[in-house]
């Protein structure tokens, strides 16, 4: 279940990252 825990975290933080990165060139 941990295991499953640090993909689902590492894919929010991927997500996160990229939305950031698009909004910084829509910006």
């Keep these: 279940m941990s295991?499953?825990?640090e993909v689902i975290a590492r894919v929010d933080a991927a997500i996160?990252?990229?939305?950031?990165a698009?909004?910084?060139?829509?910006l």
């Design 3 to 5: 295991h499953l825990d």
């Design 16 to 20: 996160e990252e990229s939305v950031i």
């Design 22 to 26: 698009h909004m910084n060139e829509l």
